[in-house]
């Protein structure tokens, strides 16, 4: 059993192909990456639009998977920029039609959460989801994914990369911000906001900005963000471990890419007797292999959708999503 997926909530256009054991048979991707500020949502729109017909034959082709061999089609349903899901789903159901597949719904965030679950071999672990748009901490309880904490502002990765563009660079921030990192050597208080199992960054945004302004050297800067961030992070997603009575966490997300956060966490989760798992770089970041996974899982409890009930849905709440494969 092969299912195709589609990713394109946001600045990543993406197509995975994935069997019934998990394996990604395929997966190809394209960022849209803007010259200058932030993603406007109409033009990575236009970038996916472009991009998505090559990525799905690139992916066939890397998985030596022919359209009639593929079972299901399955697509990001939010949450994300409008125009960005649009154009992945359009996508999705030419080639749903086009094949008479079943097409498939599915919700990024549970999607993050499944393909970390599966490469884990974990369970029923917490997710800690950082990411561009999204900062979330999220467990299985009673019938649904529930948030556990998130950001009350930006997305941690928003933060970053506004955050480097506010320094002189380029999108996106937070690779850049960690090598810079790297070289800091003097930490400067920063406002360490943790409300609750909840976050927030805008604070550190305009302080961190501030200090710059005044002279202090950008690595420095750096080496405080990430201290400071990654620490809150880790507090949260501590507290729901002690509140759930969890000892395991996995990641997912652009920003857990960084070496810095997989650490403190990893350090976290061990001290308390748990174990914790971040799925290889291509699977963190946004991309088509989990998306294909949850189409799968969600396929074979009998998920689908007709064309006509297939809209986007760019404000879905993990928490709003039924998720009958993990019934039982
Ligand atoms: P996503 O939205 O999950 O695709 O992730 C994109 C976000 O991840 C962007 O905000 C990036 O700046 C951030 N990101 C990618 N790599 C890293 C890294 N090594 N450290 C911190 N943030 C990162
Ligand atoms: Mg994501």
């Not at 996106?172 to 930490?187: K, M, N, Q």
């Not at 799968?296 to 297939?310: C, E, I, K």
Request: hydrophobic share 45%; proline share 6%; aromatic share 4%.
């Amino acid at each position: 059993m092969v299912v195709l997926g589609i990713e394109s909530t946001a600045h990543t256009a993406s197509v995975g192909i994935v069997d019934e054991r998990a394996e990604v048979l395929g997966l190809a991707s394209d960022m849209y990456r803007p010259a200058l500020g932030g993603i406007h949502p109409r033009e990575a729109a236009n970038h996916h639009v472009e991009v998505l017909p090559g990525l799905v034959e690139q992916a066939l082709e890397r998985a030596r998977v022919r359209p009639s061999e593929v079972d299901a089609v399955a697509f990001s349903q939010g949450p994300g920029l409008g125009p960005c899901l649009r154009a992945g789903a359009t996508v999705a159901r030419v080639l749903s039609l086009a094949w008479k597949r079943p097409l498939v719904p599915v919700n990024h965030c549970v999607a993050h959460v499944e393909i970390a679950r599966v490469l884990s071999g974990l369970d029923d672990p917490l997710l800690l989801y950082a990411s561009g748009g999204n900062t979330q901490v999220i467990a299985y309880g009673r019938g649904r994914y529930r948030v556990l904490g998130e950001t009350l502002d930006i997305g941690v990765g928003n933060f970053l990369d506004k955050l480097w563009i506010g320094l002189g660079g380029t999108f996106p921030g937070g690779p850049a911000l960690e090598a810079e990192a790297r070289t800091g050597t003097e930490l400067h208080a920063l406002p360490y906001s943790v409300h609750g199992m909840d976050v927030a960054f805008s604070g550190m945004l305009t302080a961190t900005l501030a200090l710059h302004a005044k002279g202090t050297p950008r690595p420095d800067l750096a080496y405080s963000v990430e201290t400071t961030a990654y620490a809150m992070l880790t507090e949260i997603t501590e507290r729901a471990l002690a509140h759930r009575g969890r000892n395991s966490v996995v990641l997912g997300g652009g920003v857990a890419c960084n070496e810095r956060l997989r650490g403190m966490v990893r350090a976290m989760v061990e001290g308390r007797g748990g174990t914790m798992f971040a799925p290889p770089r291509s699977l963190c970041v946004d991309n088509g292999a989990m998306i294909a996974w949850t189409g799968h899982l969600a396929h074979r409890a009998g998920v689908s959708v007709d064309v006509p009930d297939s809209a986007v849905l760019p404000r879905q709440r993990t928490d709003l999503v039924s998720t009958p494969w993990r019934a039982g």
